[in-house]
């Protein structure tokens, strides 16, 4: 299994453009979540999922579209990027909808918008 | 919503000492409390967690209480080795009707000086 995958690694965007931050689970896994991580601010939700065609938002959603038509896939759309969206996300999954099963997260995604 | 408030911010020891990281949690529906370990350029990893119906949890030379009253829980590192020298994050997980949240601290370095 290769648990959580993240795509791409790095990536640079210009203010106002858009682009999608991919994650792929191959654990059968019933939830979904992405997660950004700024320097002293811990990791904040953005949005998640407890399954294909669900998904709800989290803390600081503004900014951001998900979808979630497979359980495989929840991929993380920036619609218009500004700079205080320069940030490291990560995707997490766990086995079930309820609580008390712990995270799996991908290696992350570190963007820049210049 | 849920807050999680992590202290210290910062924490330095000699190796072979314990070390402990308090968190507090404001909405009373937690149930679930997870730890997690990240260390530098790599992604955050459960470590330990604990369930709101137990006091206490322990796994070798890490251990998690939970004080429900107070809405307190804590992480004790004992005899601690430069290997443990990382970032950790403390979260508290409430269950809802569209699946959980997960709500992390903002985190605490720790240096363990050999």
């Known amino acids: 299994n290769a648990g959580v995958t993240q795509t791409p690694k790095f990536q640079v965007l210009k203010t106002g453009q858009s682009m999608t931050l991919q994650c792929a689970q191959d654990?059968?896994?019933?939830?979904m979540s992405w997660y950004r991580q700024d320097p002293g601010m811990g990791l904040r939700l953005i949005h998640y999922s407890v399954g294909a065609g669900i998904t709800d938002q989290g803390e600081v959603p503004n900014g951001y579209n998900v979808s979630r038509s497979t359980t495989e896939d929840f991929p993380l759309r920036l619609l218009s990027a500004a700079p205080s969206q320069t940030s490291v996300y990560f995707c997490?999954?766990?086995?079930?909808?309820?609580?008390?099963?712990?995270?799996?997260f991908g290696s992350g995604t570190r963007l820049t918008v210049v | 919503g849920e807050n999680v408030e992590q202290h210290p911010s910062t924490l330095s020891v000699q190796e072979g000492d314990s070390a402990v990281i308090k968190c507090t949690y404001s909405d009373s529906a937690s149930n679930y409390f997870p730890w997690y370990k990240q260390e530098l350029g790599k992604r955050p990893q459960l470590i330990i967690d604990i369930r709101s119906n137990v006091g206490e949890k322990k796994d070798q030379r890490i251990a998690v209480t939970l004080n429900k009253t107070a809405k307190h829980f804590s992480l004790h590192i004992t005899e601690t080795q430069p290997e443990d020298s990382a970032v950790y994050f403390c979260a508290a997980s409430i269950d809802g009707t569209g699946g959980f949240k997960t709500i992390f601290g903002a985190g605490t370095r720790l240096f363990v000086k050999a």
């Open positions: 654990m059968n896994h019933e939830y």
């Open positions: 997490a999954s766990s086995p079930r909808r309820t609580s008390h099963y712990g995270y799996t």
